[in-house]
C-alpha cells in the first residue's frame, strides 16, 4: 500500500513536471528577434561587454530552445558597434503581432541636463557619438510586437559635455518647393544684419571630430526650418539652434545681434 502511493505520487509529480516543461508549441508563440549590440573594443570596459554579449546570448539560446520560438540573432559589437549599422537593422525588422523582440547593450552612456525621459543616451565609441535609448524603444515599439523587452547596462550619469546624437528614425526631408521657399524666404528675402558668435564672453567654443557644437547645431536647426517654406524664419532658426546647443553641451551659449527688416 505504500509502495503504490509512492508510486502514484512519482507519477503524479513527473506528470507535473511534464506540464511545466512542455515545450510550447511554435504556431502559437510566435518568433524571437534580438538585437545585441556591445562596444567590445572599448578600451576600459572592452573585455566586460565581451562577457555580457556571450552571457545574454546564451540566454537568447535558452529562451528559444525551451519556447521553440524561431531565433532572428542580430549582434553588433566591435566595429559593426555604429549608429548605421543599428538603424539598418531596425529598419529591417519584419515583425509580426505575435512576435517577441529583445533589444540589448553593453557599453558607456551618459545624459544631458535637458533629457525628459529616465533612458540614457548609448555611447558608440567606434564613432564618437551617441544614441538615444527611448527613440530605439518607440521605433521598435511602432512596430507592434506582442512583447517588446528592452534592456541597457550602461551608466545613465550628466555630463556638461557630451557628443552629437545620431538621429535613428527614418528623416522626413523637406520638398524641393518647401526648401525652395524657405531658403528665399531666409537669404533671398531679409534684408538686414545678422551678427552671431558660437560663444558668449567668457567662453570656449566647444567641438568633436564630427565638427564644432554650434555649427552642428545651427545647421541642424536649418535643416528643421527648410520644411516650413515661406512661413521659416530667422526667429526659430536661432530658437531652434540654442536647443539643440543643449544637446551637445551645457557649457557653451552662443550670442547674435540681430538688425532685420
Known sequence: MKQSLVFRSLVKYLFFLCLVFAPVTHAFAGDFYAILVGDTLDDK?????ITDIDNV????NSVTKHTEMRQHLIVLTGKNAISSQLKQQLEALNIQPDDTVFFYYSGHGYR???????????????EGRGVDVQQINDIISAKNPRFFLSMVDCCNNYMTWAPAVNNLQKQAFPTT?????????????????????SATPGEYSYCNVTGGFYTLSFTKALKSELN?????????LL????????????????VFKANLN
Do not use: C, R
Not at 546570448?57 to 537568447?60: A, T
Not at 517654406?229 to 526659430?236: I, K, L, P, R, Y
Not at 530658437?239 to 552662443?254: C, E, I, L, P, V
Open 57 to 60: 546570448q546564451k540566454l537568447v
Open 228 to 236: 516650413y517654406g515661406d512661413q521659416a524664419t530667422w526667429e526659430n
Open 45 to 49: 570596459i572592452g573585455e566586460s561587454v
Open 177 to 197: 518647393a518647401a526648401m525652395t521657399e524657405a531658403y528665399s524666404k531666409l537669404f533671398a528675402q531679409s534684408s538686414g544684419t545678422l551678427f552671431i558668435s
Open 239 to 254: 530658437n531652434a539652434a540654442m536647443t539643440n546647443m543643449s544637446d551637445y553641451t551645457s557649457k557653451q551659449h552662443f
Open 112 to 126: 544631458t541636463y535637458n533629457k525628459s525621459d529616465n533612458f540614457p543616451y548609448l555611447y558608440l565609441g567606434q
